[in-house]
């Protein structure tokens, strides 16, 4: 008896139900933003006068929601659902016929192939915290490259100057070796000069000595032929005896007194 009316029951199931048949399942944004509602539109094929099926919807987030679709539901052939999303990504969204039991309020899933569409979900504050975060990390990589480009500027500064001090290091050094070799030069002319008027005396001394050695000799004076000639002669003086000589010393009397 109960395997009768269960299975009476089970044929108006089947014929209520396929007359309920799923038709297609859609959103009206294919874009959506975290916790703002996804409109989720569900539409059943052919005119049908009485709704009473089972349907499932999976939000591709982990949640479901089963649907007992009644005429109280159903709008111009379709039910709408919204859902709200509490992190971006992508989502799969997919509705398909599910049995609810209900006692007797159980009702056939409704017919028809499951239909599948997918939602994508931005993150509106984490978008706009991402730009930020990437205007901040273009302005530390441009005050980087600012940074970088003072450094070598100052480094080529550095360098340009300790090349300046090099440079006027070396023209003090250059100068001082001028006045070095012009003095040396000006000690080499007096010397050249010395040597000079030491040769040129030296060449006359040698002109004057070679002019004496050349001249033929000079005759004698007559003075100095006359005395060659007759010599003076000079009577040898004698030595006379003091007188004295041979007296005793206190008969001795100085000459004049």
Do not use: W
Request: aromatic share 6%.
């Amino acid at each position: 008896m109960v395997n009768k009316y269960l299975l009476v029951a089970l044929g108006f199931f089947s014929m209520q139900s396929y007359a309920q048949k799923i038709d297609f399942a859609k959103s009206e944004i294919d874009v959506a933003s975290v916790n703002s509602p996804v409109s989720i539109f569900v539409g059943f094929a052919g005119d049908v006068e009485s709704y009473n099926c089972g349907l499932e919807i999976s939000y591709g987030d982990g949640s479901k929601e089963l649907i007992r679709v009644v005429n109280d539901e159903v709008k111009f052939g379709q039910i709408m659902r919204t859902h709200l999303y509490q992190g971006g990504g992508q989502y799969t969204i997919t509705v398909g016929g599910k049995m609810i039991f209900r006692g007797i309020k159980t009702v056939a899933p409704c017919v028809g192939d499951d239909r599948k569409f997918v939602v994508r979900i931005v993150d509106q504050a984490a978008k706009e915290m991402k730009n930020e975060a990437q205007r901040q990390l273009q302005d530390v990589k441009s005050i980087e490259a600012e940074l970088r480009q003072k450094e070598l500027d100052l480094l080529k500064k550095e360098q340009d100057l300790r090349l300046k001090e090099k440079e006027q290091e070396l023209k003090l050094k250059e100068e001082e070796l001028v006045k070095k070799q012009e003095l040396i030069e000006k000690e080499l002319q007096a010397k050249e000069k010395r040597l000079d008027r030491r040769e040129q005396n030296l060449t006359r001394q040698a002109q004057l000595l070679e002019k004496k050695n050349s001249a033929p000799a000079s005759p004698p004076s007559a003075e100095a032929r006359s005395a060659q000639v007759n010599p003076v002669r000079v009577a040898p003086v004698l030595a006379v005896p003091s007188q004295n000589v041979n007296r005793p010393k206190s008969e001795q009397k100085i000459d004049g007194f």
